[in-house]
């Protein structure tokens, strides 16, 4: 699994690579910039730095074990660029360590399809997360050209040999699907507050085309929305029985005494 993950650290770094992280750290920026708390945790993927937006004062950068070796030198590195968040602690995905209720946000960037363990993960975050808080996902959409080209390489069954498809993503965990993790989201009690698909460009490895295919995000976003090669979805933490109450400090009007009738002895 390090071996993977050390090739999707590398996968980042190219044209497409470069294309969907510019897409997705918009997508990020947008959706952390208005939520207000104590503490944010984003787990794995350093190359984006998802929590840059938002303002809550307590924010981390935690990596699951299986990246420990392959730690990105800018998010680890003492002269990180302003604004960059620096790991703060590689844990198991899987079993965070942080008490019940503690974080008000926690974003995962690829972090399910890449875990041993997605639905334990996803439990975890469901643990940490205080009533109300939200969960931020991204993910790869297997129904997409992306996934399509994926799935004929790997059906092949000859994945690198000469004359073959070569894999287009990286080869790494198993990717899921938007429908499969709102099933598993719903079963947690969370609630999908928005999603959205971007990246509707073809396949290519190369700049030059995927310049040139760039009308079909406009196109795909208006005609085929749902087959965007990567998906973006905020959820909310519901707790039943639960019902927030609203500011103390409003102050209450006092009510006009009723009027009390004088008796007249003439």
Same mark, same amino acid.
């Given at each position: 699994?390090?071996?993977?993950?050390?090739?999707?650290?590398?996968?980042?770094?190219?044209?497409?690579?470069?294309?969907?992280?510019?897409?997705?750290?918009?997508?990020?920026? @947008?959706?952390?910039?208005?939520?207000?708390?104590?503490?944010?945790?984003?787990?794995?993927?350093?190359?984006?730095?998802?929590?840059?937006?938002?303002?809550?004062?307590?924010?981390?950068?935690?990596?699951?074990?299986?990246?420990?070796?392959?730690?990105?030198?800018?998010?680890?590195?003492?002269?990180?660029?302003?604004?960059?968040?620096?790991?703060?602690?590689?844990?198991?995905?899987?079993?965070?360590?942080?008490?019940?209720?503690?974080?008000?946000?926690?974003?995962?960037?690829?972090?399910?399809?890449?875990?041993?363990?997605?639905?334990?993960?996803?439990?975890?975050?469901?643990?940490?997360?205080?009533?109300?808080?939200?969960?931020?996902?991204?993910?790869?959409?297997?129904?997409?050209?992306?996934?399509?080209?994926?799935?004929?390489?790997?059906?092949?069954?000859?994945?690198?040999?000469?004359?073959?498809?070569?894999?287009? @993503?990286?080869?790494?965990?198993?990717?899921?699907?938007?429908?499969?993790?709102?099933?598993?989201?719903?079963?947690?009690?969370?609630?999908?507050?928005?999603?959205?698909?971007?990246?509707?460009?073809?396949?290519?490895?190369?700049?030059?085309?995927?310049?040139?295919?760039?009308?079909?995000?406009?196109?795909?976003?208006?005609?085929?929305?749902?087959?965007?090669?990567?998906?973006?979805?905020?959820?909310?933490?519901?707790?039943?029985?639960?019902?927030?109450?609203?500011?103390?400090?409003?102050?209450?009007?006092?009510?006009?005494?009723?009027?009390?009738?004088?008796?007249?002895?003439?």
């Amino acid at each position: 699994m390090t071996e993977k993950l050390t090739g999707l650290t590398e996968w980042f770094q190219t044209p497409p690579g470069q294309y969907l992280l510019g897409w997705e750290q918009t997508q990020f920026d @947008l959706a952390v910039a208005d939520l207000f708390g104590y503490n944010a945790m984003q787990l794995g993927l350093p190359e984006l730095q998802t929590l840059q937006a938002n303002r809550m004062p307590h924010r981390w950068l935690a990596l699951p074990e299986e990246l420990q070796s392959v730690l990105a030198a800018d998010a680890g590195e003492p002269d990180a660029a302003p604004g960059q968040l620096r790991v703060a602690l590689v844990t198991d995905a899987a079993a965070l360590p942080f008490p019940a209720a503690s974080l008000d946000l926690v974003v995962l960037p690829h972090t399910l399809e890449f875990s041993a363990d997605p639905h334990q993960v996803l439990r975890e975050v469901e643990r940490v997360l205080v009533p109300e808080g939200r969960v931020v996902i991204s993910g790869f959409n297997p129904a997409s050209l992306w996934g399509l080209r994926q799935g004929r390489a790997r059906l092949s069954g000859r994945v690198g040999l000469p004359g073959t498809p070569n894999l287009f @993503l990286p080869d790494a965990g198993e990717f899921i699907g938007p429908w499969r993790l709102r099933d598993w989201l719903r079963l947690l009690s969370f609630e999908v507050e928005s999603d959205r698909f971007g990246c509707y460009r073809p396949a290519m490895k190369t700049d030059k085309w995927l310049q040139r295919t760039a009308w079909m995000d406009r196109a795909g976003a208006r005609w085929w929305p749902i087959f965007g090669a990567v998906y973006f979805v905020v959820a909310v933490k519901r707790v039943r029985g639960m019902r927030l109450l609203g500011p103390a400090w409003k102050p209450r009007r006092a009510a006009s005494p009723a009027p009390v009738p004088v008796a007249n002895r003439r």
